[in-house]
């Protein structure tokens, strides 16, 4: 079976969604059991691999969801399997992307707040 151009790039969308998550899941795995005695050991050079991990699925992620587009614009009136790969796609790219920014927003507002703590605590010592 020979693949069109555009059923290639539903395929990309589809599998680069999959492998986003694939790689999110195993990377959070990773930093809550074998991370965490890493970074101990030789103290946080680990944590620079863990970033480029932190970042790799949503790279997967914007993959799919732009091939996922452009595969749809080629598919508009088709009632193909590749639509349906397609729409899967950019199913996988639009969750794993809300997760992401979701999970960035709640760090950056327990950091706000940490930080805010510890000024109020320094201004106002006495209020505990």
Not at 12 to 36: A, N, R
Not at 73 to 88: F, N, T
Request: net charge positive; hydrophobic share 60%.
């Amino acid at each position: 079976m020979v693949l069109q151009p555009r059923d290639k790039l539903a395929c990309t969308s589809l599998t680069f969604g999959l492998v986003g998550w694939v790689v999110y899941i195993l990377q959070w795995c990773f930093d809550l059991t074998i991370g965490l005695f890493l970074a101990a050991v030789t103290a946080g050079i680990s944590a620079a691999l863990s970033t480029v991990l932190d970042i790799l699925p949503f790279a997967f992620w914007l993959v799919a969801l732009v091939t996922g587009h452009a595969a749809l614009g080629q598919l508009k009136y088709s009632a193909r399997v590749a639509r349906s790969r397609a729409i899967w796609g950019l199913v996988l790219g639009y969750i794993g992307l809300f997760f992401g920014i979701l999970t960035s927003v709640v760090m950056l507002l327990l950091i706000t707040a940490g930080i805010g703590a510890g000024v109020l605590n320094k201004v106002f010592p006495f209020v505990h």
